[in-house]
């Protein structure tokens, strides 16, 4: 019977099916990731393992482990640019994802950041929990209505989707987009033919690319130079797509009106000078972070291990 491995706490529900149909289920306690000796035991110890955001298995880790025993990583998550997946067919290892389960509850988060910092939110908080508010006034906290603006997303895919979607009907949007491809789409949108003309030409600028070497520092100085001051910039995307250090920039010299990030490049470290500055939105990575949805996530993770396992076409391979 296959030995799995769950690198990360998971919903009571999600390890109830796995041990369903696994009788050796070995669940890791801690939620930080794994180390590089776990990364590497990890291979030589289990036949399938359950790894999650953070759990790096990078070319190094397979090249140290000459004849791994596991032959699957079912990945909780729709990103898995934290696993090589070249060198895990080298090792005649499988890899699949979670895609589907967590595209409205992304595309949610980037509407909550973009009305959070759009209309300052979160200095509004601050204000209160300061007891430092006082009282209504006309010209106070004066934000941007985001009804009836202009909305740009970098990347089209199904999040990028379900952002425009929310964008043109929930809110009059009008809707542009940078994609490699041209899309059908279920609502209006125009297709532009680069990144700087879409900025300089958006009220809002969304990033929903997925993460890895081809979109590494994807929204640099020039993206940010290009946006309207009066615009903001949003990334529910991978950290490591923006260069942090072009938008710190950006934002210190007034290049645009504000941010709201739910990822950052070298996460879990925020870099103060953006927990500085009270235009910014700081949310600790909670895209997918609803219960439903990280069950959902869950199943569909055991279910592509289940499928591995019982010589089944593995449902969400990558």
């Not at 740009?152 to 989707?161: D, E, L, N, S």
């Not at 809002?204 to 940010?224: E, K, M, N, Y």
């Not at 290049?255 to 990822?263: E, N, P, R, S, T």
Request: negative net charge; charged residues 20%.
């Amino acid at each position: 019977m296959p030995r799995i491995f769950i690198t990360r706490p998971l919903p009571d529900v999600v390890l109830e099916k796995a041990r369903a149909h696994f009788s050796d289920v070995v669940v890791r306690q801690e939620t930080s990731p794994l180390s590089g000796d776990e990364l590497r035991d990890a291979l030589r110890d289990y036949d399938g393992i359950l790894p999650t955001l953070g759990d790096l298995f990078t070319a190094e880790v397979f090249a140290d482990v000459a004849n791994p025993r596991a032959k699957v990583l079912a990945n909780f998550g729709v990103g898995y640019n934290h696993i090589n997946t070249s060198a895990a067919k080298a090792k005649g290892i499988a890899v699949s994802n979670t895609p589907g389960a967590v595209t409205d509850a992304t595309a949610d988060i980037a509407l909550t950041l973009m009305l959070m910092t759009a209309r300052r939110a979160g200095e509004g908080e601050r204000m209160l929990r300061s007891q430092s508010w006082a009282g209504w006034h006309p010209t106070q906290l004066l934000g941007l209505h985001l009804s009836g603006k202009t909305v740009g997303i970098i990347g089209m895919g199904r999040i990028g989707q379900a952002i425009g979607r929310r964008c043109h009907f929930g809110f009059g949007m009008d809707v542009h987009y940078v994609n490699r491809s041209t899309k059908t789409l279920d609502f209006p949108a125009t297709q532009v033919a680069d990144m700087a003309t879409l900025a300089g030409q958006v009220d809002v600028v969304v990033v929903a690319v997925p993460g890895g070497a081809a979109t590494h520092h994807l929204i640099d100085a020039s993206v940010f130079a290009a946006m309207q001051p009066h615009a903001i910039f949003v990334n529910i995307a991978r950290g490591d797509v923006v260069d942090e250090t072009a938008l710190i920039a950006a934002l210190q010299a007034g290049h645009l009106a504000g941010a709201g990030l739910d990822v950052y490049e070298f996460e879990p470290k925020v870099p103060d000078a953006l927990m500085a500055m009270e235009n910014v939105t700081l949310l600790p990575h909670l895209g997918t972070a609803a219960l439903d949805v990280r069950v959902d996530m869950g199943l569909m993770a055991v279910e592509n291990l289940r499928a591995f396992f019982d010589e089944d076409p593995l449902p969400n391979a990558v």
